[in-house]
């Protein structure tokens, strides 16, 4: 499969004479705004995909009627590839990214397509554009894969024609702040999410469902926003870029993967690094009620988010209805930086990878 899929790529690479280069101050990276020289493309028409190729990162072309411009008809994945300090490139639990895009594809009525295919043509593009991905600590190149529906017809019905493609990026820490604790806005009035819909998926219309809500949050000066259930208002699912975690007395709390919660893969490697380390870990509903209990009776001992983007990110505050719950005084638990210096470990190489988690190019 692997043989197959890299002889059907083709390629078109930008000489280097016209060719980008990453930025010299790696510090001032930012997330999400600056993009390397090529992408990879893919086309679905007459029932199949067609033609995988590499070429340079340029405006797309497409119908003002494209439907994924109507009707939401949107999925994407976030991965990210580091520069270990022997210079080797690492992916870390790709074909677990790919696994979920392709439920993402299949709840949103978008052809299934070769997750190996995909794996190889992303090393490929990596190999291209290798001297974009940083080498300063915190920093990575971020990788978009997504799949939007491209054919020209306004209709609400599965489109018939679809673009998948793969962006990358070099990036620094997603807070500029660091790894230090954030402050979060837990949302009583609006949902990001209900049963029966499509929260397990990361699909466009999931985070354009969370801007107005979250802004709010950010005007009030709180980093990120987290959700409670759509049906009362009272269960924790998660923040807009991350799973969250509680822990109380001894037990390592997470909301359950129940249709309106993203089944994130590095909430996944928090599970399973606490199942080796022989710690307690619940997945089951957690009122917000239960939360405020536990931190008034000092059994609430640290708070954490797990995502792509933050890797973990320690959680310091939190404001229900107007009333500010410091967790862990405000400073980075014990165990949240366990967590976070076990999975940078592992991604960087200073860490053994018992898991296999790990994909070198």
């Given at each position: 499969?692997?043989?197959?899929?890299?002889?059907?790529?083709?390629?078109?690479?930008?000489?280097?004479?016209?060719?980008?280069?990453?930025?010299?101050?790696?510090?001032?990276?930012?997330?999400?705004?600056?993009?390397?020289?090529?992408?990879?493309?893919?086309?679905?028409?007459?029932?199949?995909?067609?033609?995988?190729?590499?070429?340079?990162?340029?405006?797309?072309?497409?119908?003002?009627?494209?439907?994924?411009?109507?009707?939401?008809?949107?999925?994407?994945?976030?991965?990210?590839?580091?520069?270990?300090?022997?210079?080797?490139?690492?992916?870390?639990?790709?074909?677990?990214?790919?696994?979920?895009?392709?439920?993402?594809?299949?709840?949103?009525?978008i052809p299934d397509f070769d997750q190996a295919l995909l794996l190889e043509a992303l090393k490929e593009l990596l190999v291209v554009?290798?001297?974009?991905?940083?080498?300063?600590?915190?920093?990575?190149?971020?990788?978009?894969?997504?799949?939007?529906?491209?054919?020209?017809?306004?209709?609400?019905?599965?489109?018939?024609?679809?673009?998948?493609?793969?962006?990358?990026?070099?990036?620094?820490?997603?807070?500029?702040?660091?790894?230090?604790?954030?402050?979060?806005?837990?949302?009583?009035?609006?949902?990001?999410?209900?049963?029966?819909?499509?929260?397990?998926?990361?699909?466009?219309?999931?985070?354009?469902?969370?801007?107005?809500?979250?802004?709010?949050?950010?005007?009030?000066?709180?980093?990120?926003?987290?959700?409670?259930?759509?049906?009362?208002?009272?269960?924790?699912?998660?923040?807009?870029?991350?799973?969250?975690?509680?822990?109380?007395?001894?037990?390592?709390?997470?909301?359950?993967?129940?249709?309106?919660?993203?089944?994130?893969?590095?909430?996944?490697?928090?599970?399973?690094?606490?199942?080796?380390?022989?710690?307690?870990?619940?997945?089951?509903?957690?009122?917000?009620?239960?939360?405020?209990?536990?931190?008034?009776?000092?059994?609430?001992?640290?708070?954490?988010?797990?995502?792509?983007?933050?890797?973990?990110?320690?959680?310091?505050?939190?404001?229900?209805?107007?009333?500010?719950?410091?967790?862990?005084?405000?400073?980075?638990?014990?165990?949240?930086?366990?967590?976070?210096?076990?999975?940078?470990?592992?991604?960087?190489?200073?860490?053994?990878?018992?898991?296999?988690?790990?994909?070198?190019?």
């Open positions: 499969m692997e043989n197959s899929a890299k002889e059907n790529l083709t390629k078109r690479i930008l000489p280097q004479s016209q060719r980008r280069f990453l930025p010299t101050d790696e510090a001032s990276l930012g997330f999400g705004d600056i993009f390397s020289d090529h992408m990879f493309k893919m086309d679905y028409y007459d029932g199949r995909w067609r033609s995988p190729r590499l070429e340079p990162f340029a405006p797309l072309s497409v119908s003002p009627a494209a439907m994924g411009l109507h009707y939401a008809q949107l999925i994407f994945e976030g991965l990210k590839c580091y520069r270990r300090q022997d210079g080797r490139l690492a992916l870390f639990r790709p074909r677990d990214n790919f696994a979920r895009l392709a439920n993402s594809a299949h709840r949103m009525c554009d290798q001297n974009w991905v940083p080498g300063s600590p915190g920093t990575s190149l971020y990788i978009r894969p997504f799949i939007v529906a491209t054919e020209p017809h306004l209709g609400v019905r599965p489109a018939h024609e679809y673009l998948l493609m793969i962006i990358t990026g070099p990036v620094g820490p997603y807070y500029p702040e660091g790894f230090a604790p954030i402050k979060i806005y837990v949302e009583p009035q609006y949902s990001r999410a209900a049963p029966g819909g499509v929260g397990q998926v990361k699909a466009a219309a999931n985070y354009a469902a969370s801007l107005f809500a979250t802004e709010e949050a950010h005007r009030q000066g709180f980093t990120q926003l987290l959700w409670l259930d759509a049906c009362e208002h009272k269960y924790v699912e998660e923040v807009g870029s991350m799973n969250m975690f509680f822990v109380i007395d001894e037990e390592i709390v997470t909301s359950p993967i129940g249709g309106t919660v993203l089944p994130g893969i590095t909430r996944d490697s928090v599970i399973t690094l606490a199942s080796d380390w022989g710690l307690k870990v619940a997945e089951r509903p957690l009122s917000i009620g239960e939360i405020i209990e536990a931190k008034k009776n000092h059994r609430l001992k640290e708070a954490f988010g797990a995502g792509t983007a933050a890797v973990i990110s320690p959680v310091g505050q939190l404001r229900y209805k107007g009333e500010d719950h410091i967790v862990a005084n405000g400073v980075v638990g014990n165990l949240t930086q366990r967590f976070y210096d076990e999975i940078t470990g592992i991604q960087y190489g200073g860490r053994p990878d018992p898991h296999d988690w790990v994909t070198l190019i």
